[in-house]
């Protein structure tokens, strides 16, 4: 690997990211949305299985469907949003590991044995991959609002009807309003969250 990156990259990623849930009147490019996608999906996945599934809600008719599959609070910020990335993971993702994984011919074999160990790891994975699809949003400049609060169920027959994958969280994208922005909430010091052993 390189060495590490400068202080101002670590900052944007971390230190001064915070989640928004208000945002500026200014779209993003489906451009932008292509890159966001070409980043996050080099991090690293159980034998590159790749689960995450993402549709990206962006048209005011998309809005609309989702709009009463989420709760209350999640609402306006939503809809105010340029964009509600639905990050879901494939059940069934270990039918592109032939695809994904091509050096060992035998890797599907090594998750299609179990259904419940399937949908085990493609929930894993694809919460990786929707962190690493945070972290690139971010190092593009974008501002990123995760969540939960909504109908599961509903978001998935809504948006993923008819397939093998299932919603896991929604993560606004666009640019967010600093100026409305809460003082940040603390965090769990290292010997409160941490051991080395």
């Not at 001064?16 to 890159?35: M, Y």
């Not at 709009?67 to 270990?94: R, S, W």
Request: with cysteine; hydrophobic share 40%; glycine share 8%.
């Amino acid at each position: 690997m390189a060495a590490k990156i400068n202080n101002a990259a670590i900052d944007q990623i971390f230190m001064d990211a915070r989640s928004h849930n208000f945002w500026l009147d200014k779209p993003v490019s489906e451009e932008t949305i292509a890159e966001l996608y070409a980043m996050m999906r080099m991090g690293p996945t159980s034998a590159n299985c790749s689960p995450a599934r993402i549709v990206f809600v962006q048209s005011d008719e998309a809005k609309a469907k989702l709009k009463p599959l989420l709760m209350e609070g999640n609402q306006e910020k939503t809809m105010a949003a340029p964009v509600c990335a639905i990050i879901g993971h494939d059940v069934e993702f270990y039918e592109k590991i032939p695809e994904l994984f091509p050096h060992n011919p035998d890797a599907k074999s090594w998750f299609n044995w179990s259904p419940e160990f399937a949908e085990q790891t493609a929930f894993r994975n694809g919460s990786l991959q929707g962190a690493y699809f945070m972290i690139a949003a971010r190092a593009l400049g974008l501002d990123c609002g995760p969540m939960s609060g909504f109908d599961q169920d509903g978001v998935n027959a809504a948006f993923f009807g008819g397939t093998t994958v299932k919603s896991n969280f929604l993560c606004n994208i666009g640019y967010g309003n600093d100026a409305k922005l809460d003082p940040r909430s603390p965090r769990l010091a290292f010997g409160d969250a941490c051991q080395i052993v």
